[in-house]
């Protein structure tokens, strides 16, 4: 019997542009792995420009902490390692070569294995980058234990893609990336559900404590539901992973290599087609695009619209990303629109007859919709943050680098993603998950 | 609109930097951006944002204040009218009060936006809303006979040592509003209390006192003889400052509020029960004639009804967690009721009973925050479950 729990704080926002349920495929030119997608990693590179690689090959590891390395999604050539500003790293590009060489890492089955030989396993085929630690939300520490692993089956963000759609058909790929997950711990693998979920995969899953979740974004978000379950104290280490993480380790024990097979939805009201497509990490999105987008000025995002990366129309999803977000750019001045009734027009707050029709869909852009101010509002963020935590408290202690207020009121049990909700309804429009980072960037570097 | 749109982004250059008037950017940005909701786009975290921003909020709240300025207006020529015995029309009442009420409410926000000006283009930052409603709030709370340079040195009082001092919208202590009110009270008493300042250009003759006036003149005679019934003073057929006297037009706002999300009804509530618990518990007591005006009578008379809904729930000066904000109503209305009953020497509490909550929400604030601090952790210590 597992048990359920009903959060009432939040808000689900409404965009048009849900992903059709109908599975594609789509051949991406190129792959890259962006070294930016992973807090706190400083690559070294393993590979150069030229060099051929095979699904699975490490492109470069961490310098921090060695043993911790990136695989190339696809065999190919190493076409271009792209860096920025101070020759920081950005993008280490592979043209694929169609043939689809895999690294073989050796079938096992994890029931078999300990603890050691499972880390190991995962270690050496690069796919430990997969499980991520809160606090920080880095890729987690090998010689640590974690209190508890979490997964999140559902997705609550706006335009979120739909897992039961996606897991179909992977059970046993899901199951086996549990059972090595739960060897991981000494306690509990926690499978976090929606109450709408209802694919066997998820629900038939063994090995797993199954908790249902009920209630608005960020319900999904599992720092909400760690915060429910079994909270973060100080010194606590939990991991998790993503739904396709976890079938991506399934399939290195099941098979012995890295498949870097996902399936990524398109959404967004820009796109003319909506829908999911079965691709690699790290694809470039110009062929998902092509001929697919609504004529304008648009942003492409990889992820969704709260917590997302702008790309450019020619770049790669992120290494966790499920979803490719188009919305319309909101570069405009607009005639007293502060003043207007604003009948089209999204608002959390009800100054805005939007609230008067519940089930309305929305196209909402980029515009700011108003000047940077001081926190004046108060009592907003509450609403739409269902933890026992003070946001504005918080804030104000991160801004003034008050570390021992920071960890009292919390900081640990948080991720940016779960103040995205904070940002949106802010009337201040102040940069809320930068600051959140920054602060926790801040610990991260005073408790090492 | 679009030949607007030119012509503002013709002469945009010349106040930006390098620009020849590079030093009016605040101004020249407050009015494109009052004009224009900016173009500027979401760059870091979320991509997209609410519809809502600062203009709208404070124009949310100046709309719910324009029920209770309607009626001020009119009755400000009503109770003109009255004291003098002559029988007017509702028009020539809405006249003589607009007369006596739009220059107070233009010289308010003449001064306060001219000064909230001067210090953003000195700050180098965007000129704040708030001033939108402080400006709307200092008329509302004066008696309608003031002189406008007292409005004008009262609201740069205000503006410049009750907010700007501390650093401009959103870092200030105290309400702004009722720091204008309070520096008119200690700096001009004979101007703005007795019984002579509550009716516009008053006969004589005629008493013209508030009814907590009345009330409190009752400690001394033994007994409280009010000149107006209950309903009089809910609905606002009595003397007092311009915004003030009618419940049910302030009610109206609380409404707009509410609904809005915009002030806090949790204020507001607790304020009530606050006030009423004050005024029952002095009813039990009754030592004097005061205390024994039913405790209801608390929430009609005065500035009560005013204070609770616009001046309390300045989310900036009040308290800022739930349980907090509770705390802080419900103590505004006890010493509201305290202060009017117990002090003799000036009946109207609810203002300095706000500013002195003012001062202790973040006391309050600290200690709800401290029991969160407390919970986290106790449950570290706690041994984990097996």
Not at chain 2, 25 to 37: G, K, N, P
Not at chain 2, 178 to 185: E, N, P, Q, V
Not at chain 2, 211 to 221: N, R, Y
Request: charge should be neutral; proline fraction near 5%; include cysteine.
């Amino acid at each position: 019997m597992s048990k359920t729990i009903t959060l009432s704080k939040g808000l689900n926002i409404r965009l048009k542009g849900d992903a059709e349920k109908t599975l594609r495929e789509f051949t991406a030119l190129h792959f890259a792995v962006k070294p930016t997608d992973f807090i706190g990693v400083f690559p070294r590179m393993l590979v150069k420009e030229g060099d051929i690689v095979k699904a699975g090959t490490p492109l470069f590891i961490d310098k921090h902490r060695e043993n911790i390395c990136f695989p190339s999604p696809v065999s190919g050539t190493v076409s271009e390692i792209k860096r920025g500003d101070k020759r920081v790293l950005l993008e280490v590009r592979i043209e694929p070569d169609g043939k689809n060489e895999q690294e073989r890492f050796g079938t096992a089955d994890p029931a078999s294995l300990t603890k050691a030989e499972i880390t190991e396993k995962l270690l050496k085929s690069g796919l430990w980058s997969l499980i991520r630690q809160r606090p920080y939300g880095i890729i987690a520490n090998p010689d640590q234990t974690p209190k508890a692993i979490h997964i999140s089956a559902f997705d609550t963000a706006p335009l979120a893609p739909d897992y039961d759609f996606i897991v179909k058909g992977k059970g046993e790929l899901f199951q086996t990336g549990l059972d090595a997950l739960a060897k991981l711990t000494d306690n509990k693998v926690h499978l976090n559900i929606g109450n709408n979920t209802s694919a066997k995969e998820f629900l038939n899953s063994r090995n797993v404590d199954i908790t249902t979740f009920k209630g608005p974004h960020p319900a999904g978000n599992v720092g909400i539901q760690i915060h429910h379950i079994d909270p973060i104290n100080k010194g606590d280490i939990v991991w998790f992973a993503g739904v396709q993480d976890v079938i991506t380790i399934g399939n290195l024990f099941k098979q012995g290599v890295y498949n870097s097979e996902i399936i990524l939805a398109l959404v967004g009201s820009e796109v003319v087609k909506t829908g999911y497509y079965k691709t690699r990490r790290g694809a470039c999105i110009g062929k998902l695009i092509e001929g697919n987008i609504k004529e304008g000025n648009v942003r492409y995002i990889t992820g969704n619209v709260l917590t997302g990366t702008q790309i450019r129309p020619d770049s790669f999803t992120g290494y966790y990303d499920s979803a490719v977000t188009v919305i319309p750019e909101g570069n405009y001045h607009e005639f007293l629109g502060w003043a207007l009734p604003g009948l089209d027009k999204l608002s959390f707050s009800r100054s805005f007859p939007s609230w008067l029709m519940p089930g309305k869909k929305y196209t909402v852009d980029t515009n700011l919709h108003g000047g940077e101010r001081a926190f004046v509002m108060t009592g907003q963020f509450e609403k739409v943050l269902p933890m026992d935590i003070y946001p504005l408290q918080l804030l104000k202690a991160i801004l003034v680098e008050d570390i021992d207020l920071m960890e009292n009121l919390g900081i640990y049990e948080v991720e940016p993603e779960d103040f995205a909700l904070c940002e949106f309804i802010d009337t201040s429009k102040t940069e809320i998950q930068t600051i959140l980072r920054k602060g926790l960037e801040t610990m991260r570097k005073e408790m090492s | 609109m679009k030949a607007l749109r030119k012509q503002l982004d013709k002469i945009k250059p010349q106040f930006q930097k390098g620009g020849k008037f590079e030093k009016l950017h605040s101004s020249f940005d407050a009015f494109e951006t009052f004009l224009f909701v900016p173009d500027r786009t979401t760059s870091h975290g979320s991509h997209i944002r609410d519809s809502i921003d600062m203009k709208r909020t404070m124009s949310v709240v100046v709309i719910a204040m324009i029920p209770a300025l309607l009626f001020g207006i009119w009755n400000v020529g009503h109770q003109h009218f009255l004291s003098h015995n002559e029988i007017a029309d509702f028009w020539a009442k809405v006249l003589y009060g607009s007369f006596k009420v739009l220059p107070i409410i233009i010289v308010s926000y003449v001064t306060g936006l001219g000064i909230e000006f001067i210090f953003a283009q000195v700050r180098h930052h965007e000129v704040n809303e708030g001033f939108l409603v402080s400006g709307m709030l200092i008329p509302l709370v004066v008696p309608p006979d003031i002189p406008l340079w007292m409005v004008a040195v009262a609201t740069a009082f205000a503006v410049i040592i009750g907010k700007e001092v501390f650093g401009g919208t959103g870092m200030n202590i105290l309400n702004p509003a009722l720091t204008a009110r309070a520096f008119l009270f200690f700096a001009y008493p004979a101007q703005i209390s007795g019984d002579k300042v509550w009716i516009a250009e008053k006969a004589d003759a005629f008493s013209g006192a508030t009814p907590l006036a009345e009330a409190a003149a009752g400690v001394g005679s033994g007994t409280v003889n009010f000149s107006h019934s209950f309903s009089d003073m809910f609905f606002g057929f009595i003397p007092g400052s311009i915004g003030e006297t009618s419940t049910l037009a302030i009610l109206i706002g609380a409404v707009i509020l509410a609904v809005t999300g915009i002030g806090s009804l949790r204020i507001m509530v607790s304020v009530v029960l606050g006030g009423l618990f004050m005024g029952g518990l002095l009813n039990l007591l009754s030592v004097n004639a005061f205390m024994d005006v039913p405790f209801y009578y608390h929430l009609v008379m005065g500035g009560f009804a005013f204070g609770a809904v616009f001046m309390a729930t300045d989310p900036v000066t009040a308290s800022q967690t739930a349980k907090g904000k509770i705390i802080y109503g419900f103590l505004i209305g006890l010493m509201t009721v305290l202060i009017r009953v117990l002090n003799p020497a000036y009946p109207e509490g609810m203002m300095l009973a706000i500013l002195l909550l003012n001062v202790f929400a973040p006391l309050i604030d600290h200690y709800v925050v401290e029991s969160n601090i407390k919970k986290r952790l106790k449950r570290a210590l706690k041994p984990v479950k097996a």
